[in-house]
């Protein structure tokens, strides 16, 4: 008798929308079926959203027309929620090499804060801008660091190459807060960039 293939250690990728502004478009796209494929490809086994209130919306039509089992959640376990008022830090912790897990990515809205608490997880990161505000702000951000080497720049139009730039990413990974040296184009550091964006943390 064969026997059965031992379960795949869990391997998480966590998206946050942050708690100001609505973000469906990342919602959507994330649970669109080229970017699961490419989280399946990747070898992630679980999914898990903050989506904000507007997003519940988008969330609960996806997982009422694509039941758990289904060909278009390419087998993972998709999960949910609005909000958690004690912050996302634990939410986060969860995409750590953890409990015999293996290390995913998170992916976040462009907000200082929230990536903030990801670099300090040394986890890899992908920041996507949220196009529909109204100045350019969360680009700029996301490009910087993209630059420099500690995020990933996602884009909703290309959401899905991302997460293999993350895997990249991860195999050259800078530890956060590193020395600013000044080595980089700018001469900041991560902690001159951030300290420029402050004034948008959430």
């Known amino acids: 008798m064969i026997a059965p293939n031992p379960p795949r250690p869990k391997k998480l990728c966590f998206v946050t929308?942050?708690?100001?502004?609505?973000?469906?478009?990342?919602?959507?796209?994330?649970?669109?079926?080229?970017?699961?494929?490419?989280?399946?490809?990747?070898?992630?086994?679980?999914?898990?959203?903050?989506?904000?209130?507007?997003?519940?919306?988008?969330?609960?039509?996806?997982?009422?027309?694509?039941?758990?089992g289904s060909e278009e959640r390419c087998g993972l376990n998709i999960?949910?929620?609005e909000y958690n008022r004690?912050?996302?830090?634990?939410?986060?912790?969860?995409?750590?090499?953890?409990?015999?897990?293996?290390?995913?990515?998170?992916?976040?809205?462009?907000?200082?804060?929230?990536?903030?608490?990801?670099?300090?997880?040394?986890?890899?990161?992908i920041v996507v801008p949220n196009p529909s505000l109204l100045d350019n702000h969360q680009a700029e951000l996301a490009e910087e660091l993209a630059s420099q080497g500690y995020v990933v720049h996602g884009k909703l139009d290309d959401l899905a190459t991302a997460f293999a730039h993350s895997e990249k990413l991860r195999?050259?990974?800078?530890?956060?807060?590193?020395v600013n040296s000044g080595e980089d184009r700018?001469?900041?550091g991560l902690a001159g960039v951030m300290e420029d964006e402050m004034g948008f943390v959430d």
């Open 17 to 68: 929308i942050g708690a100001t502004a609505s973000f469906n478009g990342l919602i959507s796209t994330v649970l669109s079926l080229p970017v699961l494929k490419a989280l399946k490809e990747a070898g992630y086994t679980d999914l898990r959203l903050q989506f904000g209130r507007e997003g519940r919306v988008v969330f609960d039509d996806f997982i009422i027309n694509n039941p758990d």
């Open 79 to 81: 999960t949910g929620f």
């Open 86 to 125: 004690l912050g996302l830090g634990q939410e986060m912790r969860g995409a750590t090499a953890y409990n015999g897990g293996v290390e995913g990515v998170v992916v976040s809205h462009a907000g200082s804060g929230s990536i903030l608490d990801a670099l300090r997880l040394n986890i890899p990161t």
């Open 171 to 178: 195999e050259r990974h800078k530890s956060w807060p590193p």
């Open 186 to 188: 700018s001469g900041r």
